[in-house]
Each structure stands twice: as structure tokens, then as C-alpha cells.
């Protein structure tokens, strides 16, 4: 991709995993809210949460990444972010956020999935801090699913 | 005359002066010898007698009329203004209030012929003077000028004591250039005359033959809508001799007497308006057609406040800018259209670029366009606390302490729906801080301050929402009073109220039934304050919270949301959850005993009066937790889609509420089942379920 760029993220907790999302997503990282469930909805979606008078749906990462259900603890977050610039943005509930780093392009590997497999499009690739390898998301992936067909709808605020 | 059509307007332009006539009577109050207050009041008066009249509201053209005549009196300099002068006139304006709703509710206005006020507006024309002569002078055009007028007694040429104004001296003077007349006369109709509008506008036409009338008094409107007596006085531009133009005019039957003489302006103002109309031929007038200004125009409302008339009750007053900001943006949508066209014929690269450019310009053209239709449905606050003036000062009399009302940002805008509702919390808070909020004048002198009192209401704009205060320089919200309160009524224990900070415990205010005025007063502390305030709020989708610094005053701060779109709804719990049902699609709610609950073919149905309805269990649909054991009645809601009626099983109805719909964005994907979510008055977000999908 690009030669020698920097990037920041955030690195969370989710289990014993490390992961990383770019910072340029976040909008905002608040402690655990009531969640209002959503009847029907994906399951990795635990439902709505009220932002200061805006409503945001909140959607579990580990359920997502398929870790399992959440324990909510003290440390847990709620990381708000923008999969685009314009999109409206949504709630990613993580086990702990830990820091900031930042790191070269040139840290930053790729993973080869294969091309069906639905993983692909959730990863950024592998970043190396150190010692450590983390798990960069992809959030436009996570967040935008491939089949969304449903039509922008922002509501009326 | 069929007047049920002006109805509308009549209602909202009687508002507008009773309004304006509230203020300008509070400014009277304080400044009894302000000229332009008396005239304004003089005029909506006046104005408001004469639509009465046209209308047929006989007993408010009688009490307006006798209140006209006392502004006469006082206008006239006869008469001075006094505490009790403008309390009966208050009286008089809420009278009319009730004559108005009356009007407004029935179509007529009621019985009630307030003979009290009538009377004491009476023994106030006694006591204030004897001469009663000029009582009925109607509005001139120019009320500075009117004021000044001295009451000479002419004896029948009465259109010697009306003032002549600039732009009509001019005239005259010109007449004078031009080697014609002016002359001056008073027509006196018979007193038995049915029509003397139609009467006067006969003169009047006869009279224009021979030359231009330039001035009318009172107006060509009042005459026409029969606003004067019996006698009407001109002047007219005519070659002819004053004997000739009575001549005429008496050939008008029913027309009793006219007396005429030549208008001559003093040397001084010959040749200074002389010099003028050379000057300045333009402003050659046509007095006729000046009519009351002050008939439309409410005191200090802005200029956009007159641009429309409402002709139905849930109208909104559009500012004529917002309409042209929409009429742009509608064009742009066009421009973007042909853009969008002319891109086809482009080469490929060329039409990418263009596409996404486009694309964007449309995108921020539509984001503006919606914002804007949001705008025409933003009404200043004004229109709600434009009253609070009035009501502050009849506090002030009642609970016998002085206080002033101060008030910013009236013009801050607010959605229509919300500014229907939000009166009467803002009033409820007033009256709040009037009783238990400012402390009596002896305590206050004692405690070291003014010994007047002073209420801020403030309201402004704070980002996506609007925030008013009311606030109040009086003793603050005493804690311990608050918590030695909850602890006798058992609303907290003792321990609790230890533990509780000094915010948890001014948040008692809010709850249900408490009030802390020691004693009842009639003003407030019937208990139900705070809470119906806060419940209000609430469903305007609004925070309110309250700051208070003891011996310093209370602050009770209202945030709403600047944007709404908000819907009625049935607040209801399934399973631990709340859910909204919007109000429109309900029919009724029924209880139903599990007996009666039949099953045709394997659906659960009811029998509701002859009608087979299909019963849904929402619990089940929503996957709510289920009631541990099964209740023998079952609380459905009917529902209504078209023609097909459904029943929903809800566990419990909490009850009609007001919401303000926010959309649960994209992402989730739940078959419509909810059609967005709304924002309790607890920060809790409860979703609306869309009845439609689910029937």
C-alpha cells in the first residue's frame, strides 16, 4: 500500500487478544451505557444506546469476531466509531481499551485470506509493536456488511 | 354579511391586539405619561372595537368601546393613569380574553356581560373629568400629532380640530399654487341612518366628483366599517366654493346638515410648505388610502410577524425569508438536475469526476433543503412568553411582593409543536419563583437586598438545543427544608437522606406531590408542581434540572431539542421492556380473559364485538422475557392497518405520551419491526414498534 506512513491506533483488549483500530474511526470512547435491546436484529448487535440525545446502535466486537458472549466489567468501553466521514456512527463495545501507538507502514503485514472467506474483509492486516503482534480491524468491514442494501436512512436529527 | 369566513383572521388579529394591548398597559403602568404607549394602546383598542363590531360580538364591542373611551380621556391628557385605572382595565382586557375563547370554542360570545367592568370603567369617565365632548375622535394616521391636538370647541365645524399633518399641509399649500380650494367640512348623518358606512361613502363619491379629498377623519376604513358616530369630517382639493360642495353633499339623503368653510394654512406654513412641495413634488399624498397602521402591526413584533395571515388554526407563520431560502434551494436541486443531464453527454473520465461532484452537491443541496422545511417549522419563543409580563405584575399585586420579570432572547425558535407545550411549564416555574422562589420585601431589605424582587427568564440556543432558564434572585432552595419534608412524608428514610447529596435531594422536587411552600398559597404550592413540569418536559423529549445557591436564588434550567419530529404514542411494557406504539394506529384497548382466547387454525383469535381479531403475542414475536406464571386476562391492544384490525398482547400500558422519533440508523436489520427509537425522560431509549409490519 503506502511507502513509509504512520498510523495511529488504539489498541483494546478482547480476551487475551489484542486488537487495533485506526484512530481516524473514533469518534469517542464512553463507559458501558444501558443497552436497549433491539428485537430481531443481527446478533452481534446488543441494541441501542442514547449519546446525548442521539440514538446509536451498539454492536458486540466479540461477537462479531465469533470470541464468544460478553462479560461486561468496570474496564469495559464502548468505542463510538465512523466507518466513513458521512456515515452515521455506531457503538463497538471492547473488552478494555489500552493505549495509542503508532506505527510505520512498513510494520503493518497483510494477511493472505483466502478471498471467500468472510474474515478477509475484517482485517487490516498485522501489526508489530514491539515484541507483540496485533490484530488490526477493518472497521468499514466490520461495520458495513457487504449485502447492505438497506437504504441510508439518518432519520430525522 | 356572512362573516364566518374572517372568523380565523379575526381570532388571531384580536390575539395580537389584546397582546400588544397587555404589554403596552404594563408599560403604561410604569410610565404613565409615555405618549407612544398611550396611542398604541389607543389604536389596538380602537382597532379591536371596530372588528368586534364588523363581527356582530355586540358585548365586546360595548366593554371595548367603553375602554376606548377611558384611553380616549387619558390620551387626551383628561385623565390620569392610575394603579386602579389599569387594574380595571386589565380586567377588562381578560374579560375580553373570555369573550374570545368563547368565540373561538362556541362561535359566539357568551352572555356574560361583565357589568362590573363596565360600570367601574364608567365611574372612572365620571371621577376623571366632566367633559365627555371628543371622546369619539377616531385614530388619525399619525398618532404624534394627534396627541397634541387641543380640544377648541368649534361648535359644528368640527373639521377644525383636526390636526393637519406634514404631508398634508403640503398638499395644501400645492392646492394653494395651483390656484385651487381646499376646503374643509363636517357632514352630520341622520341619526336613524341604518347604513351610514354606505351613507358616508355616497358623500364621499359625490364630493370626488368636484375634487380629490385628501383628508378623512377618521379614515376612509373606519368610515366604511362605520366606526364613527354620526358626523365625519373632510378636506377636499376643488376649484368649487364650500356652499357648493354642501350643496352636494346634502343632496345625499339621510345626510342631516353640513357646514363647510375654506382651509387657509397660517402665512408661515404657506410659504414653508410652498417651498417644500417644490422641493419635493413626490410627496404629493393620497391621504385616503392611509389606513390604521396599527391595526396590523403588533408593538414590537418584528416585521416578518405581518408578512402572512393564518387562515386555519394549526398554521404556521412563515417568515417570507425562510421561503425564499427554500425557493433557492429548490433551484439549486434543478441546477444540480441539468448538471446531472449535461454530464451524460461527456466523455467517460470527464464524467466520473462530474458524477461525484455532482452526487455531492446534491447531497449537501438536499441536507440544506431538509434543514430548511425543519426552519419553517420553528416559531420564536415570543409568542409563548410575551404573556409571562403581564402575569409576573398581576402576581405582584396578589402576593403583595414587588418583583420585576426580565426576559432575553424572545426571538430564540423552537419547533411548533414544542412551543405549544411549553407554556405552561415555563408558567408554572414563573409562578414557582414569584411565590416560593423570591422572598416577601421585608425579608429581602433584611437579608441586604433589593427589595424588589427580580425574575430572568433567558432563553438561547446551545448547540442542537435550546435552553431556558428561569431564574431568581430569592432565597434558593432550602435542602434541609426539602429533606426534613421527604423524611416526614416517608418519601425517603433518614438514613438515606444522610447519604443523599445536595443535587439528589433538589431532585426530590421533581417526583410526584411535593411541594415545599409551607403554607398553600392560591398562586402555587398545591402540590402538583414540579413533577407535571418535569413529566412535560420530558415528552417534549427535554431535560430540566435545577441549580440553587442558598439566600441566592434558584436557577431551573430547560433543555429541549431543537429539531423534532414527534408523534403520540402508547408508552407500553412487554416482558422488562418498554415499547412505544405509535397513538394513530390504535383503536382501543381491551381486556381479554385467556378463556375467551379461541384457535382457528392454529392462530390465536379473539371475538371483539362480531369482529374475528387476530391476536399477536408481541412477547413472543420481540423474544421478550416471559412472565413467570401466565396472567388469567390479557391486556390487548387493538390495532388497526386499513381495513384489518390485530390485537397486541402487552404486559402493561404505561400511558399516552409524546415522543420524538430518532431513527436507529442502518445497521440494524430487524425487519422492520421497529421503526426507530425515542429517548425516555430518563435517558433510557425505548423503541417504536411499527404496528403495520406486525399485524
Given at each position: 500500500m503506502e511507502a513509509t506512513e504512520t498510523k495511529q491506533y488504539i489498541i483494546v483488549n478482547l480476551g487475551t487478544e489484542q486488537y487495533g483500530i485506526e484512530i481516524k474511526y473514533i469518534e469517542n470512547i464512553i463507559v458501558m451505557q444501558n443497552i436497549t435491546r433491539v428485537p430481531k436484529a443481527q446478533s452481534y448487535f446488543l441494541g441501542v444506546i442514547n449519546l446525548r440525545g442521539e440514538v446509536i446502535p451498539v454492536m458486540s466486537l466479540r461477537k462479531k469476531l465469533e470470541l464468544g458472549s460478553d462479560i461486561f466489567t468496570s474496564v469495559s468501553r464502548i468505542i463510538i466509531v465512523k466507518p466513513e466521514p458521512s456515515a452515521a456512527p455506531v457503538g463497538i463495545i471492547v473488552d478494555e481499551v489500552k493505549e495509542v501507538i503508532t506505527l510505520e507502514s512498513s510494520d503493518v503485514e497483510m494477511l493472505n485470506y483466502d478471498e471467500k472467506d468472510e474474515k478477509a474483509s475484517l482485517s487490516a492486516g498485522v501489526g508489530k509493536y514491539g515484541n507483540e503482534l496485533i490484530n488490526l480491524l477493518n472497521i468499514p468491514g466490520i461495520v458495513l456488511e457487504k449485502e447492505a442494501s438497506k437504504k441510508k436512512n439518518k432519520g430525522t436529527s | 354579511?356572512?362573516?364566518?369566513?374572517?372568523?380565523?383572521?379575526?381570532?388571531?388579529?384580536?390575539?395580537?391586539?389584546?397582546?400588544?394591548?397587555?404589554?403596552?398597559?404594563?408599560?403604561?403602568?410604569?410610565?404613565?405619561?409615555?405618549?407612544?404607549?398611550?396611542?398604541?394602546?389607543?389604536?389596538?383598542?380602537?382597532?379591536?372595537?371596530?372588528?368586534?363590531?364588523?363581527?356582530?360580538?355586540?358585548?365586546?364591542?360595548?366593554?371595548?368601546?367603553?375602554?376606548?373611551?377611558?384611553?380616549?380621556?387619558?390620551?387626551?391628557?383628561?385623565?390620569?393613569?392610575?394603579?386602579?385605572?389599569?387594574?380595571?382595565?386589565?380586567?377588562?382586557?381578560?374579560?375580553?380574553?373570555?369573550?374570545?375563547?368563547?368565540?373561538?370554542?362556541?362561535?359566539?360570545?357568551?352572555?356574560?356581560?361583565?357589568?362590573?367592568?363596565?360600570?367601574?370603567?364608567?365611574?372612572?369617565?365620571?371621577?376623571?373629568?366632566?367633559?365627555?365632548?371628543?371622546?369619539?375622535?377616531?385614530?388619525?394616521?399619525?398618532?404624534?400629532?394627534?396627541?397634541?391636538?387641543?380640544?377648541?370647541?368649534?361648535?359644528?365645524?368640527?373639521?377644525?380640530?383636526?390636526?393637519?399633518?406634514?404631508?398634508?399641509?403640503?398638499?395644501?399649500?400645492?392646492?394653494?399654487?395651483?390656484?385651487?380650494?381646499?376646503?374643509?367640512?363636517?357632514?352630520?348623518?341622520?341619526?336613524?341612518?341604518?347604513?351610514?358606512?354606505?351613507?358616508?361613502?355616497?358623500?364621499?363619491?359625490?364630493?370626488?366628483?368636484?375634487?380629490?379629498?385628501?383628508?378623512?377623519?377618521?379614515?376612509?376604513?373606519?368610515?366604511?366599517?362605520?366606526?364613527?358616530?354620526?358626523?365625519?369630517?373632510?378636506?377636499?382639493?376643488?376649484?368649487?366654493?364650500?356652499?357648493?360642495?354642501?350643496?352636494?353633499?346634502?343632496?345625499?339623503?339621510?345626510?342631516?346638515?353640513?357646514?363647510?368653510?375654506?382651509?387657509?394654512?397660517?402665512?408661515?406654513?404657506?410659504?414653508?410648505?410652498?417651498?417644500?412641495?417644490?422641493?419635493?413634488?413626490?410627496?404629493?399624498?393620497?391621504?385616503?388610502?392611509?389606513?390604521?397602521?396599527?391595526?396590523?402591526?403588533?408593538?414590537?413584533?418584528?416585521?416578518?410577524?405581518?408578512?402572512?395571515?393564518?387562515?386555519?388554526?394549526?398554521?404556521?407563520?412563515?417568515?417570507?425569508?425562510?421561503?425564499?431560502?427554500?425557493?433557492?434551494?429548490?433551484?439549486?436541486?434543478?441546477?444540480?438536475?441539468?448538471?446531472?443531464?449535461s454530464l451524460g453527454s461527456d466523455g467517460e473520465k470527464q464524467q466520473e469526476n462530474g458524477f461525484h461532484d455532482q452526487i455531492e452537491y446534491l447531497e449537501r443541496v438536499t441536507t440544506n433543503l431538509h434543514e430548511s422545511v425543519m426552519k419553517v417549522r420553528m416559531v420564536p419563543i415570543e409568542s409563548v412568553v410575551n404573556r409571562f409580563p403581564r402575569m409576573i405584575r398581576d402576581l405582584s399585586k396578589k402576593l403583595n411582593k414587588d418583583m420585576e420579570l426580565f426576559m432575553t432572547g424572545e426571538e430564540t425558535e423552537l419547533d411548533r409543536t414544542v412551543i405549544d407545550e411549553i407554556g405552561d411549564p415555563l408558567m408554572h416555574l414563573l409562578r414557582n419563583a414569584a411565590d416560593h422562589g423570591l422572598e416577601s420585601n421585608e425579608e429581602r431589605e433584611r437579608a441586604g437586598k433589593n427589595p424588589v424582587g427580580s425574575i430572568f427568564l433567558d432563553a438561547y440556543q446551545d448547540g442542537n438545543n435550546v435552553m431556558i432558564e428561569v431564574r431568581d434572585d430569592g432565597g434558593g432552595i432550602n435542602v434541609e427544608k426539602i429533606k426534613k419534608k421527604a423524611i416526614e412524608r416517608g418519601a425517603i428514610t433518614e438514613d438515606a437522606a444522610q447519604r443523599m447529596t445536595d443535587k439528589d435531594i433538589i431532585d426530590i422536587l421533581f417526583q410526584p406531590s411535593f411541594s415545599t411552600a409551607e403554607q398553600v398559597t392560591d398562586v402555587s404550592g398545591r402540590g402538583v408542581g414540579l413533577d407535571v413540569v418535569k413529566t412535560k418536559i420530558e415528552a417534549l423529549g427535554g431535560e430540566i434540572e435545577a441549580k440553587t445557591k442558598l439566600g441566592e436564588g434558584s436557577n431551573f434550567i430547560i433543555r429541549l431539542p431543537l429539531t423534532l419530529a414527534i408523534i403520540q404514542s402508547l408508552m407500553v411494557i412487554i416482558g422488562s421492556e418498554k415499547y412505544a406504539l405509535p397513538l394513530g394506529s390504535i383503536q382501543t384497548v381491551e381486556n381479554v380473559a385467556t378463556s375467551e382466547i379461541k384457535k382457528v387454525q392454529g392462530k390465536e383469535v379473539i371475538n371483539l364485538r362480531g369482529n374475528v381479531v387476530p391476536i399477536v403475542r408481541l412477547g413472543n414475536i420481540l423474544d421478550c422475557e416471559e412472565k413467570e406464571n401466565a396472567p388469567d386476562e390479557l391486556l390487548v391492544v387493538i390495532v388497526k392497518k386499513g381495513e384489518k384490525l390485530a390485537g397486541m398482547v402487552v404486559d402493561e400500558l404505561i400511558g399516552q405520551q409524546e415522543i420524538v422519533i430518532k431513527s436507529i440508523g442502518k445497521y440494524i436489520k430487524n425487519h422492520k419491526i421497529v421503526s426507530g427509537a425515542t429517548i425516555l425522560g430518563n435517558g433510557e431509549v425505548a423503541l417504536i414498534l411499527d404496528v403495520n409490519s406486525l399485524v
Open positions: - | 354579511m356572512d362573516v364566518s369566513q374572517y372568523l380565523e383572521i379575526f381570532i388571531e388579529e384580536t390575539k395580537e391586539h389584546l397582546q400588544n394591548l397587555n404589554e403596552q398597559l404594563l408599560i403604561l403602568e410604569k410610565e404613565p405619561e409615555n405618549e407612544g404607549t398611550i396611542n398604541e394602546i389607543f389604536r389596538a383598542a380602537h382597532s379591536l372595537k371596530g372588528m368586534a363590531g364588523t363581527m356582530g360580538y355586540k358585548r365586546m364591542q360595548r366593554l371595548t368601546h367603553d375602554m376606548e373611551n377611558v384611553f380616549s380621556e387619558v390620551r387626551g391628557g383628561k385623565m390620569k393613569v392610575t394603579s386602579q385605572l389599569v387594574d380595571i382595565l386589565f380586567k377588562g382586557l381578560d374579560a375580553l380574553e373570555t369573550y374570545l375563547s368563547n368565540i373561538q370554542n362556541e362561535a359566539n360570545e357568551g352572555t356574560e356581560d361583565y357589568q362590573d367592568i363596565l360600570n367601574a370603567l364608567d365611574d372612572f369617565m365620571k371621577a376623571g373629568m366632566g367633559n365627555a365632548e371628543g371622546t369619539k375622535e377616531a385614530v388619525a394616521s399619525n398618532p404624534k400629532v394627534s396627541v397634541q391636538e387641543v380640544p377648541v370647541d368649534h361648535g359644528k365645524h368640527k373639521y377644525l380640530n383636526i390636526k393637519i399633518e406634514e404631508h398634508e399641509k403640503k398638499a395644501i399649500a400645492k392646492a394653494g399654487m395651483l390656484g385651487l380650494n381646499v376646503v374643509g367640512l363636517t357632514v352630520y348623518i341622520q341619526e336613524y341612518c341604518v347604513l351610514k358606512g354606505a351613507r358616508a361613502y355616497m358623500v364621499n363619491r359625490s364630493l370626488e366628483e368636484h375634487g380629490e379629498i385628501i383628508k378623512l377623519y377618521p379614515t376612509a376604513q373606519d368610515l366604511e366599517d362605520e366606526k364613527y358616530d354620526f358626523d365625519y369630517s373632510a378636506f377636499i382639493i376643488t376649484k368649487e366654493s364650500p356652499e357648493k360642495l354642501s350643496q352636494l353633499a346634502m343632496r345625499v339623503s339621510e345626510v342631516k346638515e353640513v357646514v363647510a368653510d375654506y382651509i387657509k394654512l397660517s402665512d408661515a406654513d404657506q410659504e414653508a410648505y410652498t417651498a417644500a412641495v417644490k422641493q419635493d413634488e413626490a410627496l404629493q399624498s393620497q391621504p385616503k388610502t392611509v389606513k390604521d397602521p396599527g391595526s396590523l402591526k403588533a408593538g414590537n413584533a418584528p416585521a416578518a410577524k405581518q408578512t402572512t395571515k393564518p387562515v386555519a388554526n394549526r398554521s404556521v407563520r412563515v417568515d417570507i425569508e425562510k421561503l425564499d431560502v427554500l425557493m433557492n434551494l429548490v433551484s439549486e436541486l434543478i441546477i444540480a438536475k441539468n448538471s446531472l443531464i
